[in-house]
């Protein structure tokens, strides 16, 4: 269900406004935002809502399930929403966290969402930092999940991924099942993982007679260089911060700690035991326990 207007306190909330462009912490301009797709879980409207941000490849239906069950079990409003160049929202040539902020920003001001709790994947736990760190009246707690404030693992897959990406072919003649099965063929000898070969599959559409890839690759893989660092920033977010690992993953690791605690002094740290990069995924019940708990929600 998509939202068309929120109610904050049993009122009408106030409308944040577009935030203008700003310069960015390394001081590169994040220019104008991008509207993002984004789907809504209803929740009661005293309590503050969480948005979800995936992470890179992903779309709002990654956490479709988990949103369903944080809403039931916190009562809250759950968005869920498509970054750039991703899943339903605009493409851009522009793939900063900067500007990613600003769109996030502009989706807060259209949902008249005075403050918000973030919940970011990978990617999305880059933008919901960058927008903690930016704009700290915001965001009432966040969520990382495997990911840190610092350069991403040098063994991460995701340039592996744009190459089998980029070199699959696809007959359009083929119903959509015989496709996917043509395409996930190709990706199989740079990606072993069934489960992320069809994570990437959920990317294949069909537009005009041709099967495409909804994310925008040539935006990404521009920008891959900038995706796997972080912003410098001189300030910090002091409101509570949990860092979720997955418990096999490296994206987490003691060396990050100091500039975890420089950035956001007011965070801990956790892992959840027998899962990799994608936490939430692999084992989503106790996902969500550790952001109820983290909540304070039974």
């Known amino acids: 269900m998509l939202l068309r207007s929120w109610r904050w306190g049993g009122v009408l909330g106030v409308r944040l406004p577009i935030p203008a462009p700003f310069r960015g912490a390394g001081g590169s301009s994040a220019g104008r935002p991008v509207d993002l797709a984004y789907d809504v879980t209803d929740g009661r409207d005293t309590e503050t809502p969480l948005i979800c941000l995936h992470g890179l490849f992903g779309s709002k239906s990654n956490f479709y399930s988990i949103a369903k069950a944080l809403s039931q079990r916190t009562g809250r409003m759950v968005v869920t929403v498509d970054t750039r160049n991703h899943g339903d929202s605009e493409h851009s040539p522009v793939m900063t966290y900067e500007a990613m902020s600003l769109d996030l920003q502009n989706l807060l001001g259209k949902l008249q969402l005075p403050k918000c709790i973030l919940i970011g994947h990978s990617m999305g736990g880059k933008i919901a930092m960058t927008t903690a760190l930016l704009r700290p009246e915001l965001i009432e707690r966040l969520v990382v999940v495997d990911v840190t404030p610092s350069q991403t693992s040098s063994h991460s897959p995701f340039p592996k991924f744009i190459t089998a990406m980029r070199a699959v072919t696809v007959d359009n003649d083929l119903a959509r099942s015989a496709a996917r099965s043509q395409v996930e063929q ?3 000898p740079y990606i072993e993982d069934i489960r992320i070969r069809q994570f990437l599959l959920t990317n294949l559409v069909e537009r005009d007679g041709q099967y495409v890839w909804r994310v925008n690759l040539e935006a990404v893989a521009n920008h891959m260089d900038y995706i796997m660092t972080f912003p410098k920033f001189n300030t ?37 035991p027998g899962t990799g990069h994608w936490v939430h995924a692999e084992k989503p019940h106790d996902f969500i326990n550790a952001i109820c708990a983290f909540l304070g929600t039974s």
């Open 186 to 188: 190709q990706l199989q």
């Open 236 to 272: 910090s977010y002091t409101a509570p911060t949990v860092f979720l690992g997955g418990g096999n993953s490296p994206y987490i690791s003691s060396k990050d700690y100091p500039e975890i605690k420089r950035l956001f002094p007011n965070s801990v740290i956790q892992h959840v």
